[in-house]
């Protein structure tokens, strides 16, 4: 029956040795259609179905899982068959290169030590473990750095390497902290061309200390000079400079005030001050 064979079938292999094959049922397939997977590694090997089929929620296999997968050289045999109780159905069949759908994992143990004096890191790391090789020269490796704390989130410096276990680093600034990733690829050998994961971000480098100093300076004049302006403000309104400075009442006059009195009263109440050993001296003047 045309249409009932599976379609859009796919297989990748992940964290060194498990696989995961997918496909979807023919469009024209009876409802009733079920699905089994046989694969043969190489010619060596027998023919084997799937121990572990992914199911979708009518219980129909959609998918398989596959455990301790080995990449050899030869091409890999898979077989999709189907059956109903209404019709016969397509069979569909394809040779796949194993290690060409690998995902590769990100390198390993990667560490980064600077020299204070050259102002360069040296960054190193293991390769990618894979089933079917163990050599530096297979793979190449793209180095992305980032300063941390990039608001951007733009690259500062990025790398692409063949082989080796180590790169040079120079930096441009001493007073940032910086966050590196990497990831890997197949360069030659029988290794999966495209880009693998990426690592986990490792970070390095010394803060910038004067920078965080500078801001805490400013953040504390802003301060300063925001409360400074709120209690000015607070204190127009609610008059308490009054409070705290009154006013020096000005000094009376002694002679203000005084109403029109009696001289003769006036006169009376002064009391004449004389010495007891006053001598009075009378004078006359005496015509000639």
């Given at each position: ?50 121990e ?6 009518n ?13 050899k ?21 394809e ?13 390993s ?89 990426w ?32 209690t ?7 008059g ?11 000094p ?37």
């Open positions: 029956m045309n249409g009932s064979a599976i379609e859009n079938f796919s297989c990748v292999i992940y964290n060194i040795s498990l696989m995961k094959c997918t496909w979807q049922a023919g469009r024209d397939a009876p409802g009733d259609t079920q699905y089994f997977l046989y694969w043969q590694n190489s010619r060596d090997n027998d023919m084997m179905e799937c572990l089929y992914i199911k979708d929620e219980g129909r296999n959609t998918g398989c899982r596959f455990q301790n997968v080995m990449i050289t030869e091409g890999a045999y898979f077989l999709v068959n189907g059956s109903s109780k209404d019709s016969l159905i397509q069979f569909y069949d040779y796949i290169e194993l290690y060409k759908i690998e995902r590769l994992m990100p390198p143990n990667i560490t980064v030590n600077c020299d204070e004096m050259k102002n360069e890191c040296i960054i190193q790391w293991q390769r990618p473990q894979i089933s079917h090789s163990n050599k530096d020269k297979c793979f190449k490796y793209e180095i992305n750095i980032k300063y941390k704390g990039n608001p951007e989130g733009k690259t500062k410096y990025t790398s692409i390497q063949e082989g080796g276990n180590s790169h040079t680093f120079q930096r441009s600034n001493t007073r940032r902290k910086y966050l590196l990733r990497m990831r890997s690829a197949g360069s030659a050998c029988l290794v999966s061309p495209s880009w693998g994961e690592s986990a971000t490792v970070e390095f480098g010394n803060e910038e200390i004067i920078s965080s100093s500078v801001w805490i300076l400013v953040v504390i004049a802003v301060a300063t000079v925001l409360v400074a302006i709120s000015i403000l607070f204190c127009q309104r609610a308490c400079w009054k409070a705290a400075f009154s006013q020096i009442p000005e009376k006059s002694s002679f203000c005030g005084l109403s029109d009195t009696n001289p003769e009263l006036m006169e009376s109440k002064i009391q004449p001050i004389t010495s007891e050993n006053e001598e009075i001296i009378l004078v006359t003047d005496i015509e000639k």
